[in-house]
């Protein structure tokens, strides 16, 4: 939904995007609390939670 229509090469973007939010998360996660390590999903899903819901209203906004 970000980059268009699925092609091939959204298709590659969207994999990157992927790859890229969660070696982010694996780094906040490791690094920003810096004497405990927390587990990388608790990062990824506090970041792609937000994402998500905002998805979410934006489809039901086109329904009503």
């Not at 090469?9 to 780094?27: H, T």
């Not at 390590?37 to 506090?46: D, F, Q």
């Amino acid at each position: 939904m970000l980059a268009g229509p699925l092609t091939g090469g959204v298709l590659m973007l969207a994999g990157a995007l992927g790859a890229l939010l969660v070696l982010a998360s694996d780094l906040i996660a490791q690094h920003a609390f810096s004497p405990i390590s927390l587990p990388v999903g608790v990062v990824t899903a506090a970041v792609g939670a937000p994402y998500f819901l905002y998805l979410l209203y934006r489809s039901n906004r086109r329904l009503v």
